[in-house]
């Protein structure tokens, strides 16, 4: 809607007329609003934010099973979860470091459809982005950055509150050169009234532990407000991507993000040395434990060292300025990183946005995340219970799970334990199953670089941890797209999944009865792969389906990054294409357990982004580094036996586009996919879209 729509409201707030636009965002429109008093003129920021954002976000909704009734009922009770924000962000009205809420009104629209406009007055700031745009940040710039934002942290803390979400652009300056934190949980309350939307620039300042799906505390802002203030520090580009003036090319931005988030030591940001970059690491410390303790104490070391003005030549002889260049990419297909959105489907996200949000550390107070609503909406009953419900904890994996068990696993199961056993004992040899170590994964400091072009297969069996690649410089959307696939039907979000049987076999049960299966290449090359249909019964049955009726003959592989994976099973070789129907998501995320981790050489489905569970097809990938990050969000389903050197060869296949896509030509071409074995399996339970 443009700026007419909103102006029907005028007198907003009895005295307030839209003047302007000033931004726009995914959930809402921000304008400059005034009033006139006794000659004066008064400014202030005005917020609009819609409920529901559009009538898509309804669709998805309805197609939960939900009736009309039942769909108003859960809009507006996501409209009260944002109002009651409202009520936090007025506790900490009238601080110095707070973007200081005013006002806010919730309008229903009166045109007989479901929604709801929610005007927010707040003061009226410059973002950080456009004053660095427009004004030489110095080295003390950035002090006093740190400084005010550890008194808004500080604020926080008193108040039991953890940001979770402190970047660029939710840091403002004032007139008066103090600057703020803004964004109390207003963008990620209304993320909720559009389903499955992703989260845009929060991976990037994201502490580790927030990622993995690990209890954390308030330091995951202070790691945030660290890599802020690292990147304005760095030229504006993030840890251990390539130094002014080096271009980013896309794999660059891989590597970075898997490198910080695996614990690799951050260098010195390169606009910082001796005491500030000690304390702009010691805040981005990999281990929470290794961070400063408090906001507080961050300030304190930061104060230490803030200098005066006029003492800028005498502690910096060549000039405290840092410079904020703009992100350059090596190709054109490379936009800034604010510049992207969300491409239509996704297969693997190398970092999805979680559709189970992780808890907050347990305190004696309760504590407020506020990029969740308060109160969540309870759409099933039984399956909240069910979450809540301790479950007992498996042999092998520290993750819970649940699974169906196959009927006809447990009709042979007898005679497959023994068999397998015996084979295990006898064949084993001693040698090391990845999945055993993966448990307990290298500590940072045995990380190995990326895969080098003379890697064999033992090489890659061999390493102490497998090669790393990551995602830093992109915004989330794209990376959680890096591996996507279009296709031309959309189905709805998956429903929340009903709770299953518990499974209570160990891992090395669940991999005991294996299938075999070959890939061979149009030029010879082979890779041996066995499949494991206990421990992923959809994904194996589908698999052998299509390989037997000749699928994947003559089909290629079309998304490859050396030191990640390599993707392939699209018909169309776009990553657009399928089968023609949908099968079961067999990982935790889904209500199901999958403990096989995605460690080199794993075969997995690639599948949509979250909350599209159940969205694989045809497409697969199998891991050429270390993908243990998307351990419980895709369903592994066998491993490679022998071939991961063919693996590696594919792996060097230059990339040519964005998302790590090949140039059609340069694709490798699978001649073939056999089932080395007479085993008889029912197609896969399909679902079609």
Partial sequence: MDIMSYKKYEPIFGSWYITKMLGEGSFGKVFEIERQDFGTTYKAALKVITVPRNDSAIRSVMASGMDNDNVTEYFESLVKNLVSEFELMSKLKGNSHVVSYEDHQVIPHNDKRIGWDILIRMELLTPLLDYVQNTKLTRRDIMKLGIDMCHALELCQQQNVIHRDIKPENIFISESGNFKLGDFGVARTVEKTATGMSKQGTYKYMAPEIYKNEKYGSSVDIYSLGIVMYQLLNRNRAPFLPPYPAKIKHDDTVEAQIRRFSGETLPAPSGADGRFAEIVLKACAYNPKDRYSSPMQMRQELEAILYDPDNAKVIYPQGDEVVVEPNQYATPDHKAADDYGTEPEGTIGIFNTHYQKPAALKQDRPVYVVSEPIQQVNQNPQVEQARETPQPAKPISPKKGKKK???????????????????????????????????????????????????????????????????????????????????????????????????????????????????????????????????????????????????????????????????????????????????????????????????????????????????????????????????????????????????????????????????FENMPVIASITIDSDIELPPPDKIIP
Avoid: W
């Fill in 405 to 663: 068990t196959p009927i006809l696993a447990y009709i042979g199961i007898a005679v497959i334990v023994v068999l397998a056993l015996a084979f295990f004992f006898s064949d084993n040899n001693g040698s090391v199953d990845p999945r055993r170590d993966a448990a307990t994964p290298a500590p940072p400091a045995a990380i190995a670089p990326p895969v080098t072009d003379t890697a064999t297969d033992d090489s890659l069996q061999n390493q102490t941890e497998p090669p790393h690649l990551s995602t830093e410089g992109f915004d989330q959307d794209l990376i959680d797209d890096m591996l996507n696939f279009t296709i031309d039907s959309e189905p709805e979000p998956t429903p929340t999944p009903e709770p299953q049987p518990t499974e209570t076999r160990t891992l090395e049960e669940l991999m005991e009865n294996t299938i075999p299966a070959t890939i061979t290449m149009e030029d010879g090359s082979v890779i041996e792969a066995e499949l494991f249909p206990d421990l992923a019964p959809q994904s194996v049955r589908n698999f052998v389906y299509l390989a037997r009726q000749g699928f994947y003959d003559g089909l290629r592989f079309h998304r490859i990054m050396r030191g990640f994976m390599i993707q392939g099973g699209c018909p169309e070789g776009t990553g657009g294409g399928g089968p023609g129907y949908f099968i079961k998501g067999e990982f935790e995320l889904n209500g199901f357990r999958n403990d096989l981790s995605h460690t080199p050489g794993i075969l997995s489905m690639a599948r949509r982004g979250d909350p599209m569970f159940d969205t694989a097809g045809s497409q697969f990938f199998i891991v050429h580094g270390n993908a243990t990050f998307l351990d419980g969000d895709y369903a592994g389903f066998g491993r490679v036996t022998r071939g991961l050197d063919v693996v590696d060869e594919i792996a060097q296949t230059p990339n040519s586009g964005p998302n790590g896509a090949v140039a």
